[in-house]
């Protein structure tokens, strides 16, 4: 019955740029446009707290972090006090918030029951992406030139350290296996660290550069990675085959799998969501969706069944979550 709400809360949405649109034959619906009040600058990644219907949005550019209500469709606050937020994630078994601060080399760690401060864990410069790992209780974070922290929850420390030869981007934890599958531009590489035995090897990525979203499609047992020079997404069976290839939309920083329709999302700085048929190898492009130019990320809720895609203000138009709805 909650997620009813929200999902009908979502569609009362009223768009603040335009009208949301609805067309029959496109992959996604736009909704409507949450407005994320007087912010400037970048924004970064995204992450829900499922319980609350709340999602989270790192605003690098202003310092803050934005608390957006889903059911309400608002802002219900903006959180103040860090440097360059970049990477955030929801820790349900502790019920708090991780946010990398690029700005700091920090990992600040907020109570999720009431925005609280609690924590402040040291990670490097360039602190980056955050990932929950909900099977083995831990935290991972990428950060500086490069390395992969570990972060124990439970007690709030820093407990392992992996490190890489760049720094590392968009990275993805394996569902049926204790392994990580990490995106290194710098290096044009993909590296796959066995977390249990820290054991590191290297997936081939054929010449194509500047490797950034990633995404694990457990189903079929492959990664999903997409590169910016040239714009493409290539598929890799987890043992390193590449297994499919198709041109993208372009400066992707999120993918997404919907494993319901067998479909990827790709969000570009471009301007535009690539929506992919993922079924098989033989990758097709359903539609090239416009956006707004800068908006690359986004995050795909399947519980809600939603894809937010957070664009930053504009000249008149003011940043904003859009949402979209998949269809059929």
């Not at 889903?70 to 606050?77: C, I, M, T």
């Not at 690359?296 to 957070?310: I, K, M, N, Q, S």
Request: proline share 6%; net charge neutral; glycine share 12%.
């Amino acid at each position: 019955m909650r997620c009813r709400a929200v999902l009908l809360a979502l569609l009362s949405v009223v768009p603040t740029v335009g009208q949301a649109q609805t067309m029959a034959d496109a992959p996604l619906a736009l909704e409507g446009r949450i407005p994320l009040g007087d912010i400037a600058g970048r924004l970064d990644h995204l992450a829900v707290d499922l319980k609350r219907q709340r999602l989270y949005v790192a605003e690098l550019g202003n310092g803050t972090l934005g608390v957006v209500d889903l059911a309400a469709g608002k802002v219900l606050q903006t959180v103040g006090g860090f440097r360059e937020p970049q990477g955030v994630g929801y820790e349900p078994s502790t019920d708090t918030i991780y946010v990398a601060n690029g700005g700091e080399g920090s990992v600040r760690v907020l109570r999720a029951a009431d925005l609280a401060p609690i924590a402040r864990i040291e990670i490097g410069e360039d602190a980056d992406n955050v990932r929950v790992d909900q099977a083995h209780q831990r935290v991972l974070v990428g950060y500086g030139n490069g390395g992969l922290a570990v972060i124990d929850p439970a007690t709030g420390s820093r407990v392992g350290d992996f490190p890489l030869n760049g720094h590392p981007e968009g990275f993805q934890i394996g569902r049926t296996a204790n392994r990580v599958f990490i995106n290194v531009p710098r290096r044009a590489e993909i590296v796959v660290i066995d977390l249990a035995q820290g054991a590191m090897r290297s997936l081939p990525t054929g010449g194509l550069r500047s490797n950034f979203p990633m995404a694990i499609d457990a189903d079929a047992d492959r990664v999903l990675t997409v590169f910016r020079n040239p714009p493409s997404l290539m598929a890799f069976s987890t043992d390193g085959t590449v297994t499919g290839r198709i041109e993208t939309c372009g400066d992707a920083d999120d993918v997404f799998l919907d494993r319901k329709r067998h479909r990827i999302y790709v969000i570009c700085g471009a301007g535009a969501i690539d929506v992919i048929d993922g079924t098989g190898t033989n990758y097709q492009r359903l539609a090239s969706l416009p956006t707004a130019p800068g908006a690359r990320t986004a995050l795909f809720v399947p519980e809600l069944d939603r894809l937010y895609v957070a664009a930053a203000a504009n000249g008149a138009s003011p940043a904003a979550l859009w949402v979209f709805r998949p269809l059929p």
